[in-house]
């Protein structure tokens, strides 16, 4: 048996391989499947160019660049991929706003009056102020994260939700056009969570709901430490 004939039948080997592993997934994202393309490619055009099959060379030459093409597309697509930030949703009532501070601006009139409701006050959610290092937190995760804020506005006070974008404006610029209003949170993609109740779909949120001052994450200190 010839060396030419050993070196076509191992480059077919290695094209069998790299057709097998591009149907597997697992094996697939690593780019091997170019690799041994490439390999089988080559060694099939140096047994066609010995036997002067000049067709199937050719073909073979054409073969090699494409997977050279393929690598490098696939490798910047998986560079790519790996740069892409997680998403993250906050939320705003008792995660960035402080709620009672709110309250507080109420004469006690206003605070008897509306006792249990006082989401339903009007322009109350503009009188809120951030809760101890808040603005600071969403600063700093945004340049880790896609961040975005996620409150569900009451229904039955249409001022809450022009208070929540303009408290959005006032204390955080730059998320302004980063604010989603929603009852279903669930229903927005994402890897994280932070929210201080399990209510208006964030119990039901498909990636990781760190709850807000609950025993692990009691301040945006150790949220930070968990996120950053
Ligand atoms: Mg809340």
Redesign the pocket.
Known sequence: MGIYYIIGIIGVFFVFIAFIISNNKKYGKYLFDEIFNFLGSFLLSIYAFNGRMWPFFVLNIFWIIWSIKLFFSEKKLKKKKNNKKKVLYI?????I?D?QSGVNTLSDEEKIKNEGKYCKVKDIFSKMKPIDGAVNAVKKLSEKYDVYIL??PGWDNASAWSDKYNWVNEYLPFMRKRLILSNHKNLNKGDYLI???Y?NGSEKFYGELIH?RSIKYKDWDSVLDHLL
């Open positions: 939320d705003m009532d008792g995660v706003v709620f409150s569900s929210d201080d109740r209510a807000f």
